[in-house]
């Protein structure tokens, strides 16, 4: 059994969660189709954890859903598991899976945004968003705070946000999310989109904290899935230019790329991960550290911006979400 110093870059989900015991907790988890999220899900459910699989491609989640009901039947711990249509390009498709999911549950306990999509062609979503801000920010953006009524009354409870090194590819662009007077790069329009997950945990922790809620972002690692299905020749060799000299990190397994978001999720301290962007499970340091590879760029963790991307998210969606209750 692994001590909490012990873990890093190769633990895995099962021995982050070695001996805890998930039996009270209701998690759901987007993009839970595949990936990074169906082994969030298996991992919890593992647990005992009862699990909401959030997915696009229902038939494709009901697939995904077999290794998570087979990991509960193995634990032999009670836990349910269930799939629900939701599309994270589409408002409407958002509203209508928090209307059902706050119809059908009291209370959740953890949600990990973790759906996304990396370095696309430039396109819109259904409501004119730039896809990958639209995909990954403004999605779960409307997609938490809608659940945020289930995550109160499940409180002590816990929002994990993924984000991604590719932060570190560009600052959020408030004046121009949609690239309007920008050239569109795929990269940079990542970077921004992970930047804004980032932004988006830290003002939510600073909004919802005194109310029992926290909330972290992390950076699974460089996996191997479906994540860059959208990958051109010409978008591969852009990120190798960006790497550097160094080139792109060591690959990690899924197991151990899902164990950042089990570990901010349920086993860190919420005071230590609360706001904080984490990796390899532990909180990151400031990016270019001497001796220490990864870590967070300063404008993924601005609290000034954090509010000013929180008030245009909400001026794009068209909604207004509760006021924060602490300073």
């Avoid at 993009?31 to 899900?41: D, I, P, Y």
């Avoid at 570190?168 to 662009?173: G, L, Q, S, T």
């Avoid at 590879?293 to 000013?308: K, L, M, N, S």
Wanted: hydrophobic share 45%.
């Amino acid at each position: 059994m692994l001590g909490a110093m012990d873990f890093g870059a190769g633990t895995t989900t099962d021995e982050v969660l070695d001996g805890v015991d998930l039996s009270s907790t209701t998690a759901l988890v987007t993009g839970a189709s595949s990936g990074l999220g169906q082994e969030t899900a298996r991992a919890l459910a593992a647990h005992g954890a009862s699990l909401v699989l959030g997915v696009r491609d229902v038939a494709k989640g009901e697939a995904a859903a077999e290794p998570v009901r087979a990991a509960v039947a193995a634990a032999g711990a009670g836990g349910t598991v269930e799939v629900r249509a939701v599309d994270l390009t589409s408002l409407r498709s958002i509203r209508a899976f928090g209307d059902s999911m706050s119809a059908d549950h009291a209370s959740l306990d953890l949600l990990v945004a973790n759906a996304g999509v990396m370095a696309t062609p430039q396109a819109t979503t259904e409501d004119g968003f730039e896809l990958q801000l639209g995909t990954n920010h403004l999605g779960h953006f409307v997609l938490v705070n809608r659940l945020a009524p289930l995550l109160l009354a499940g409180g002590p409870s816990r929002v994990v946000v993924l984000s991604s090194s590719g932060h570190r590819f560009a600052d959020v662009d408030l004046d121009d999310p949609g690239f309007e007077r920008t050239e569109y790069d795929p990269w940079i329009a990542y970077g921004r989109s992970k930047t804004a997950n980032a932004l988006f945990a830290l003002e939510l922790d600073r909004r919802l904290r005194a109310q029992g809620v926290r909330a972290a972002s992390v950076h699974p690692g460089f996996v191997h899935t479906e994540l860059g299905r959208h990958l051109t020749d010409e978008t591969i060799t852009s990120l190798l230019a960006s790497a550097g000299a160094g080139g792109l990190p060591t690959p990690k397994s899924v197991e151990a790329g899902a164990a950042t978001s089990v570990w901010a999720g349920v086993v860190a301290d919420a005071d230590e991960v609360g706001g904080r962007f984490c990796e390899d499970c532990h909180v990151a340091e400031p990016a270019g550290e001497p001796g220490r590879p990864g870590g967070v760029h300063p404008w993924a963790q601005e609290p000034t911006t954090a509010r000013a991307l929180w008030d245009l998210s909400e001026r794009l969606v068209g909604e207004t979400f509760p006021a924060p209750a602490g300073p």
